[in-house]
């Protein structure tokens, strides 16, 4: 390992990490694993990984990482390795879900394992705490909740998976809890929500004035860099978020700036017309073959009051997010423009 600076905010001292040799990351095409990979290669790191395409140039192979493959061997020699990849969506069947994020989990701990590696960095979410009924400013000892939704159910379970394998000295492991996050390439926090307003279908629920905690993407991957090798990050859980939580209706009226639409124009409805109106336009959707996350889980996701702690990820990490929701809506719009989205 060698020590790496992250520059500090302005007149901040710089965040230290140690640098891994090699890395292994999951569903490292995706939005949060090309991000990371990017960054550790920028460290020094050598980056390998599996998704489920092939990318040779950048070391990636192809597998399911719900079924034991010749993927697993291509862990071998990677000091950290790092488990993004899982089914986000309220939409894709329960058994599927469980099979990817729980079970899934498993096959990528046990590679990690048979490899030898020293860290296993696991991508859980703040959702673990349910999305009904915790604690404003809710940190890492408040305990999970299953509260019914496929996704919140099986990031719970994965979690007790890979603590469970820490427990029994198979890895050290960390598990980290992102906020929402979004940035240039965000499905979920990004595009989705641009294309809807664009086309005049967004809608938040009880005037938007739920609770959104965002985290972008650069100010995911410092925390993520930082517990990947910090000795006190060992069998522990962080949330990683930018330390804020904003309205709904501020987060997404950004967008509505961005597309030039009226600032206060966010279609808005009582949360159990929400409820009917995104299962509706869901089943719609999917009738036409259309990809959608319209379903009632997905309004109890906007409906949130509670944001979440980052008091321990500053205090063991030296954690620090360094862009503000501002200058993050300012790169993420530059961003748009290139793609043509705004």
């Excluded at 959104?212 to 949330?239: E, R, T």
């Excluded at 409805?269 to 009917?276: F, G, I």
């Amino acid at each position: 390992m060698v020590r790496a600076g992250i520059e500090g905010p302005a007149g901040g001292e710089a965040m230290t990490e140690q640098v891994p040799r090699t890395v292994f990351i999951s569903g490292v095409l995706g939005f949060i694993g090309g991000a990371l990979a990017k960054r550790f290669r920028s460290m020094g790191a050598e980056v390998k990984g599996v998704d489920a395409e092939a990318n040779g140039e950048d070391g990636v192979v192809s597998g399911d990482i719900t079924r034991p493959g010749p993927w697993q061997g291509h862990v071998a020699g990677c000091d950290v390795v790092v488990h993004t990849a899982a089914v986000v969506s309220n939409t894709i069947p329960r058994d599927r879900t469980w099979e990817v994020n729980v079970l899934g989990t498993r096959r990528v701990l046990d590679a990690a394992v048979r490899a030898g590696a020293s860290r296993f960095v696991h991508f859980s979410s703040v959702r673990a705490y349910s999305d009904r009924d915790f604690p404003d400013g809710v940190d890492e000892d408040w305990p999970v909740r299953p509260d019914g939704h496929r996704y919140v159910d099986t990031k719970v379970a994965s979690e007790q998976v890979v603590l469970q394998a820490h427990a029994a000295g198979e890895i050290p492991v960390t598990v980290i809890r992102p906020g929402d996050a979004y940035g240039p390439a965000s499905r979920p926090w990004t595009v989705i929500p641009v294309e809807a307003i664009s086309a005049g279908y967004f809608l938040l629920p009880d005037g938007g004035r739920g609770i959104f905690s965002p985290v972008y993407i650069d100010n995911l991957v410092d925390g993520v860099a930082l517990a990947a090798s910090n000795p006190g990050a060992a069998g522990q859980v962080f949330n990683i978020t930018d330390g804020i939580g904003v309205p709904n209706s501020e987060f997404f009226g950004h967008y509505y700036r961005m597309l030039g639409k009226k600032p206060g124009g966010t279609s808005t409805a009582p949360a159990a017309l929400a409820r009917v109106l995104f299962a509706v336009v869901g089943v719609i959707d999917r009738a036409r073959g259309k990809p959608t996350e319209g379903t009632a889980e997905a309004v109890d996701y906007f409906l949130r009051t509670g944001t979440y702690s980052i008091e321990k990820a500053r205090r063991v990490l030296g954690y620090e997010p360094r862009v503000g929701l501002e200058e993050g809506m300012r790169r993420t719009e530059a961003w748009l423009k290139g793609e043509g989205l705004v």
